[in-house]
């Protein structure tokens, strides 16, 4: 069985903070890791996927993630935080035509 | 390019009315599609989802059902609605194995 963990339901970080948002999976096969965004109102947008390539992913908005398989993480990081960067992140993991598991969200707040 | 509509954007209803929101797909073939609910303060919950015409899977009994008439529509509705309905509704498509792209949703009060 498949399953994403978000640590932390709230993160709160500076403006020009290292932003890190956390994700670990638990997957009997290799898995496919997403992390999507959601901005208030509206659908989720795809930030970055890993689907077995390079372990470092990069993604939209100066957003990038590491596949780690030794620790089953998949953390999304960017260098520098915006304050349009405020939003709700989701992780979710797959594996080859199975349903998207969602993590719970963590909800990311940019403070100036 | 595949593009994903959903309407309409809110939707405020009584207690006890009909409800159907309606979701198509453009630029693709057989689709995987998937209805999604985001419930205040909570993440995401698969509501259905659609491998083919006629072929829907439910993941939660609820107040609700799901259609798929033609390959690329796929439509969520109830008879009568309860306050519990209230939320976010997500429409997703995807190709098989991989990330869904979402629709940008519905906004669902039931009064």
């Known amino acids: 069985a498949q399953s994403v963990t978000q640590l932390g339901s709230h993160v709160s970080v500076s403006e020009g903070a290292l932003v890190l948002l956390r994700c670990n999976y638990s997957?009997?096969?290799?898995?496919?890791l997403f992390w999507y965004v959601q901005y208030p109102n509206q659908g989720l947008q795809l930030l970055l996927k890993y689907t077995s390539a390079a372990t470092l992913v990069k993604g939209i908005n100066g957003f990038e993630a590491e596949f780690k398989k030794s620790e089953t993480s998949f953390h999304l990081t960017k260098p520098s935080a915006h304050m349009s960067d405020a939003a709700e992140y989701f992780c979710a993991v797959n594996y080859q035509g199975g349903k998207l598991i969602f993590g719970q969200g963590t909800e990311l707040s940019v403070k100036p | 390019s595949q593009t994903i509509h959903q309407w309409p954007a809110t939707l405020v209803q009584p207690v006890g009315s009909p409800l159907s929101l309606e979701c198509t797909v453009e630029?693709?073939?057989?689709?995987?599609l998937y209805w999604y609910r985001q419930a205040a303060g909570r993440g995401l919950q698969l509501l259905f989802y659609s491998v083919g015409i006629g072929q829907i899977s439910s993941e939660v009994p609820q107040n609700l059902s799901a259609s798929r008439p033609q390959d690329r529509q796929f439509i969520l509705s109830s008879k009568k609605l309860l306050l519990s309905d209230s939320g976010f509704y997500l429409c997703?498509?995807?190709?098989?194995?991989?990330?869904?792209?979402f629709g940008s949703g519905t906004r669902l009060t039931v009064v």
């Open positions: 630029g693709t073939s057989n689709p995987n």
């Open positions: 997957s009997s096969v290799p898995p496919y």
């Open positions: 997703a498509w995807s190709p098989v194995g991989y990330g869904y792209t």
